[in-house]
Each structure stands twice: as C-alpha cells, then as structure tokens.
C-alpha cells in the first residue's frame, strides 16, 4: 500500500509517499480503508522533532486521524461493521491506504447524513475544543478571548462556546476576519487596541504564536487564565494571571454527541480545502498560512 513516510526532522522536506506492506489485521480489530486524513498542527511538529517527549522513531507513517471505510474486521469484532463509514484514531499512523483501529473503543460508525469529509474534522477539531472548555470549566457568564478562532479548532470552539451563550471574542488576522464575519455574530478583533484591558477570563490561543498571546495578556482580568494550546512552555508575562495546558481525551461517549450534533446540524464542520494525496506537502505548507477557514483534509482513498 501507499503511505506518507516521515524519514527525518527536517519538516516537509522529509516526508515521501512509499509502497509499504499493508497492516496486519487483528482479533480485535477493523481493518479499514483510510479515506480522508487532517492536516494538524501536532504533525508539523514532529517532523520538525519539537516534540521530543513522544520518542518518535522512524521512519514513521504520518497523521493521527482518519475517515474511511471498515473492510474487515477481527474474529472477536462484530461482523456487521464491515461496509461503514467511521472516524478514528491509529498510533501507527494514517496518510496511508489502510489501517486498522488499534483503538477500538475510539471508532465511531458515522451517522448517515454525515459525509466522511465532515467526520474526519472531529478528531482534532471538535474533541480539542470539547476538551478546552471542559479543562476550564467555561461558564455561561464567561469572557473568553480566542486567539485565531477561523481553523479547525476555533470554528468548533466558537460554535460550542456560542450554544452555551458565553461572550467570545475572536482576535483574528484580516485574512480571516472577512470568513469569520460571514459565518458568525461574535466580535472579530483585528487590532489589539480595539480590546478592552481587564476584560477576559480566558484567553485561548489556537495560533501557536507566542508574540499574538503576549500582545493580548493585558486584557486578561487578575487571576484570570491562559490556555496555550500547541505552547506547553509558554511563560506569561503577568505574574498575576494563570497558565494551563492540557491535552486530555474526550470520553467516547461525548464523541457520539458531537457526531450526533453533527448531524442535526447543531455543529457545523468548516473544511477549508482538499487536496489528493500525492499534494500532502502541499496541504501542509497550507496550513503554515493565514486565512484559514476550517479544517485542510487530505484526500486519501475517495
């Protein structure tokens, strides 16, 4: 089978797509074939070795997430599943023809009415913004500042954060603010000066830009707390507000709420653009842009 192969640290210079056996299937598991993968920011990271504390050994199969379709499964799985669509998450990688879900519990059968383009914004998009709200305990009567807000992470968040009626703000680039305007009513900030100091509870950055968050610290009430997500070491300047960061999993059974939400059309999942599998560099150079507008899918086998 084809796969994305990662063979050094030196970003996307380093990545191939090679012919490699394919995966071996299981008592336990789905034997599955990838349909469409997501570009994240977590695989940027690794090929660029900032991520030391995962111990990655290569070569490796590139991407965390997938959408696709069960083609067999384990003598202990239910044959039934065979023929669905579902959404996952495989250890060993998924920029590639077909892989089996080493984590079964962490499968989820698509509903109907939901496309594999759609599902594969969950894993990295929707569960990411769950976990953040959950992390802090976002309440209703909240001021929450986000820091980007137009990619696959902010476009759920900002949806999420709007159904439990909390006051959130984005401060965007001009590149992304025509898209936000569009598709949501919440205050688009350009400009830090436009802010108001000792405004917010939380400020939660999904741009991974260390100077946008010290830009925004002074608008931060005392005591109040920074949520860095791809900056586990970042250092506030204000020694009277809070730094967290975490990246803990959603239970499975909040994955079926989100697909459920999905469906009925409560959430909304933005897909900037698709690119065919031999363009995966291209994708990921995409994602290095401003003017983002959901989440870039990568298209594997469809």
């Known amino acids: ?29 789905d034997l599955i074939q990838v349909k469409y993968a997501p570009i994240l920011p977590w695989d940027l ?11 990655s050994t290569l070569p490796r199969i590139i991407g965390y997430s997938f959408s696709g379709t069960i083609k067999d499964t384990g003598i ?35 509903p109907d009415n939901v496309s594999l383009q759609q599902g594969a914004t969950v894993f990295g998009g ?3 913004a769950l976990m953040i709200i959950n992390e ?20 759920y968040l900002l949806q999420m954060l709007n159904i439990m009626s909390v006051d959130a703000v984005t401060y ?16 688009i900030i350009t400009d830090e000066k436009n802010l108001t100091e000792n405004y917010f509870n939380y400020i939660i950055d999904t741009s991974g830009l260390d100077e946008l968050i010290k830009q925004v610290e002074p608008f931060l009430k005392v005591n109040g707390t920074i949520f860095p997500l791809s900056l586990p070491n970042y250092l506030a300047c204000r020694k009277d507000v ?11 059974k909040s994955y079926k709420e989100i697909l459920n ?26 994602l290095k842009n401003h003017g983002k507008k959901g989440r870039i899918l990568v298209n594997i086998n469809d």
């Open 76 to 110: 202990l799985r239910n044959k039934k599943l065979v023929g669905k669509n579902v959404i996952g998450v495989s250890k060993n990688g998924t920029f590639a023809d077909y892989v089996t879900s080493s984590i079964p519990f962490f499968t989820f059968v698509l």
């Open 45 to 55: 990271k690794m090929e660029h070795g900032a991520l030391n504390q995962f111990n």
């Open 172 to 187: 965007s680039s001009k590149e992304s603010a025509k898209f936000l305007t569009e598709n949501f009513n919440n205050s």
């Open 126 to 128: 929707a569960d990411t």
């Open 1 to 29: 089978m084809k796969a994305v192969i990662q063979n050094n640290f030196n970003g996307v210079d380093g990545l191939s797509i090679e012919n490699i056996a394919s995966p071996k299937l299981t008592m336990t598991s």
């Open 261 to 286: 939400m999905i469906s009925h059309n409560s959430l909304i999942p933005f897909i900037d653009s698709i690119y065919d599998f031999k363009d995966t560099k291209k994708a990921q150079l995409h």
């Open 136 to 155: 802090l305990n976002i309440m209703p009567s909240d001021k929450v500042l986000i820091i980007g807000g137009s990619g696959g992470i902010g476009t």
């Open 242 to 252: 809070n730094v967290v960061f975490k990246n803990s999993p959603i239970s499975p």
